[in-house]
Every structure is written in C-alpha cells, then in structure tokens.
C-alpha cells in the first residue's frame, strides 16, 4: 500500500457515513476514485458510481456498501439524558463507557454511553446492558440544554473510535464493515487506470448506501444500472477467535485470503470463473457456504431486473459489529488483486447462463 493509497484509506474510514447520513464519507470516496474513471453519478439515497466506458452496452459491476452502524436519539429525559434505537445492527453490549458523536443540526456534539459503577450493579443479578437502559450522556443538565445543542429525536450518533494498525499484519477501528470494501473497489479502479488497462464493457465501480437495514441502495442501484455481471464485495467471520463456532460459521481465518461464497444467489459459473483466475494468479483463498441468502449485497444484485449474474468475495474480519474490527493487510491486497485480475477475464457480452 503506497502513501497515496494509505491516505485514502485512513481518511475515508476515520469518516462517519451511518445508514441514512453517508455524504461525509461518499465525498471523499467519489474524490478518491473519480480521477480513474471516466464519469460518475449518485442516486437520490447517496449511493455513488463511478464509470469506465459509460456508453457500452455489457456492464460489469464492482460493488461495496459505504454505510456503518448508528444509533439515533430516541427520548430524551428532563435531566438530558439521551436513550436511543439501533440504525443497522448497532450492538448494546459494547455501548457502556464508549465516546461517541452525535450529529446535530448545529454540528457534531461529543458525547459518551454512560454507565452506574459496578458498585452499585452488584447483588444477586448482575444487570447488563440492553436498549432499555443504555444512554447517552452530552454533559447537558435538562432536556432544553440538549436541545439548544441542536440534538432531538431522530439526530443519529456514532462510535468515534479511529482506524489503526494492530501489531506489523492487521488493520482495526470501526466500520471495516464494510468501507474497507469502498477503499478496495477504489483500488481496484485505480489500479486499472494507472496500469492503462482497455476494457470492453461499462465498469460500474458502486458504494452503495443502506445495507445495514436490508441491501436497500443495493436494490435501488441495480435496477438503475440493469447489469450483466456483478461482483460484490463485503466482510465474513473469522471464526478463530473465541466464542465462535466453527461448525456453525465455517472455518475461516484472517490471513488465509479472499473468501469467496456458495449460496443460491451466488452465480456458480461467476464463482467459478474467480476461483479459476485465483489458482491461475496464485491467490490465496478460502471458501464460505450459506443455506439461504448471503446477507450482503449479493442477494439484491442476483435478484434484480430479470436476474443479474452475481458472486461474493468476502474479507474476513474479526469483531464484527464492534469498534474493534479487524482485518489482515493480506487480505485486503488478496481481495483487490483478485477483483482486479477477474475483471481483465471478463470478455464483452460474456454468458454465465448455466443453459444455453
């Protein structure tokens, strides 16, 4: 990873772009990757993309989701104390003691999950954090000095936790899920330029806004943009860490490489052409099974229009949901590599059909 790349990388993830509110960090992806590609457009919920040959008719989709985890403010008290709803699927366990911004009318104001002394939580049962009694603390007295920091009902809030590095191989903060996959798609489209590389299809480079509450800008984009083929990116489990089950989850580790699914929504002749092009370039990779639906992206893709040819490449990441999501630095180069080369195979007008 060159500084360039770095850069990008630490100022779009350290960006807040929660489900709904994603601008800030759409901005800087878009001012990222514009330089590489050849036009660009955003749909009216914020979803970005950027375009090489905008005018063929065989179209090839890249695809990340750009939004995090929130909350938004949900009551607040005579004493200003703030209690909120989940916006994606935020976790409340970890919330007690966390710093967090919440982005009001007047700007963003600091704030933190507050939480009573283990003194006074002690007795019989020990009570633990649910969003029955999590709350925000702005360091307000009363409900109007809230309110005259710009904050109400609906205001969303972030973790404020920042990117890091984690020993020589990792790479950890919050929002690795799934921004680090808008970083990669990036690259993937930089890397095409810089290397001059002539494709004979539209590349249609996607962050899409609002997965975390159901793949909605996925669904909304793919029927704008009616692709051929879609290659989705987004993160899985590594399950080797505690607490996790392999039997369950699969057998995945972060450093293994690119994890690439087999699910109904996942095109087995798509799938199967990425792992030819991974054996072929010597690219690490492991493999993921799920029963129904992937839970990404891919679902709204290969169910779009009159069915879209779609596959996922996963990263693994372990914590998911957390402030302390963690990726390996392998990984991510395996990912974009494997985008990349997969993309120089793809022919014009290529037929995944399974009948022909």
Same mark, same amino acid.
């Given at each position: 990873?060159? !500084?360039?790349?770095?850069?990008?990388?630490?100022?779009?993830?350290?960006?807040?772009?929660?489900?709904?509110?994603?601008?800030?960090?759409?901005?800087?992806?878009?001012?990222?990757?514009?330089?590489?590609?050849?036009?660009?457009? /955003?749909?009216?919920?914020?979803?970005?993309?950027?375009?090489?040959?905008?005018?063929?008719?065989?179209?090839?989709?890249?695809?990340? +989701?750009?939004?995090?985890?929130?909350?938004?403010?949900?009551?607040?008290?005579?004493?200003?104390?703030?209690?909120?709803?989940?916006?994606?699927?935020?976790?409340?366990?970890?919330?007690?003691? $966390?710093?967090?911004?919440? +982005?009001?009318?007047?700007? !963003?104001?600091?704030?933190?999950?507050?939480?009573?002394?283990?003194?006074? =939580?002690?007795?019989? !049962?020990?009570?633990?954090?649910?969003?029955?009694?999590?709350?925000?603390?702005?360091?307000?007295?009363? !409900?109007?000095?809230?309110?005259? $920091?710009?904050? +109400?009902?609906?205001? /969303?809030?972030?973790?404020?936790?920042?990117?890091?590095?984690?020993?020589?191989?990792?790479?950890?903060?919050?929002?690795?899920? #799934? =921004? $680090?996959?808008?970083?990669?798609?990036?690259?993937?489209?930089?890397?095409?330029?810089? #290397?001059?590389?002539?494709?004979?299809?539209?590349?249609?480079?996607? #962050?899409?806004?609002?997965?975390?509450?159901?793949?909605?800008?996925?669904? $909304?984009?793919?029927?704008?943009?009616?692709?051929?083929?879609?290659?989705?990116?987004?993160?899985? +489990?590594?399950?080797?860490?505690?607490?996790?089950?392999?039997?369950?989850?699969?057998?995945?580790?972060?450093? #293994?490489?690119?994890?690439?699914?087999?699910?109904?929504?996942?095109?087995?002749?798509?799938?199967?052409?990425?792992?030819?092009?991974?054996?072929?370039?010597?690219?690490?990779?492991? =493999?993921?099974?799920?029963?129904?639906?992937?839970?990404?992206?891919?679902?709204?893709?290969?169910?779009?229009?009159?069915?879209?040819?779609?596959?996922?490449?996963?990263?693994?990441?372990?914590?998911?949901?957390?402030?302390?999501?963690?990726?390996?630095?392998?990984?991510?180069?395996?990912?974009?590599?494997?985008?990349?080369?997969?993309?120089?195979?793809?022919?014009?007008?290529?037929?995944? =059909?399974?009948?022909?």
């Amino acid at each position: 990873m060159d !500084k360039k790349s770095k850069a990008f990388l630490y100022k779009y993830l350290n960006a807040f772009s929660p489900t709904g509110f994603e601008s800030e960090g759409q901005k800087i992806w878009l001012d990222y990757v514009k330089p590489y590609t050849d036009d660009y457009f /955003v749909d009216t919920y914020g979803t970005a993309v950027a375009v090489v040959n905008p005018k063929a008719e065989y179209k090839v989709v890249i695809e990340a +989701h750009a939004d995090e985890i929130a909350w938004y403010v949900n009551y607040i008290d005579d004493n200003g104390y703030i209690f909120v709803i989940r916006n994606g699927g935020s976790d409340h366990q970890i919330a007690p003691s $966390m710093r967090v911004v919440l +982005h009001g009318d007047k700007g !963003k104001v600091q704030g933190v999950f507050g939480w009573p002394a283990i003194h006074v =939580r002690s007795g019989e !049962k020990e009570i633990a954090p649910s969003l029955k009694n999590i709350f925000v603390d702005v360091g307000a007295s009363s !409900k109007a000095e809230v309110e005259k $920091m710009g904050i +109400h009902v609906g205001t /969303v809030i972030t973790f404020q936790d920042e990117l890091m590095e984690l020993g020589k191989d990792y790479i950890t903060g919050r929002a690795l899920d #799934n =921004r $680090m996959g808008g970083f990669m798609i990036a690259e993937v489209a930089r890397r095409l330029s810089e #290397n001059k590389k002539k494709l004979p299809f539209g590349l249609y480079v996607v #962050n899409a806004v609002q997965e975390e509450i159901g793949l909605r800008g996925a669904q $909304m984009i793919a029927e704008r943009i009616s692709p051929d083929l879609a290659i989705i990116t987004d993160v899985t +489990h590594d399950t080797q860490s505690p607490m996790y089950n392999k039997k369950k989850s699969g057998d995945l580790k972060c450093g #293994n490489g690119p994890v690439l699914s087999y699910a109904p929504a996942v095109q087995n002749n798509v799938r199967d052409m990425l792992i030819d092009v991974a054996n072929k370039k010597k690219i690490d990779f492991q =493999r993921q099974a799920s029963s129904r639906s992937t839970g990404t992206d891919t679902d709204a893709f290969a169910y779009s229009n009159s069915g879209v040819a779609s596959a996922l490449i996963s990263l693994p990441l372990k914590y998911m949901h957390t402030t302390v999501e963690t990726v390996s630095k392998k990984d991510v180069e395996g990912v974009i590599k494997l985008m990349y080369e997969f993309v120089l195979k793809v022919k014009k007008g290529q037929d995944f =059909r399974y009948l022909k």
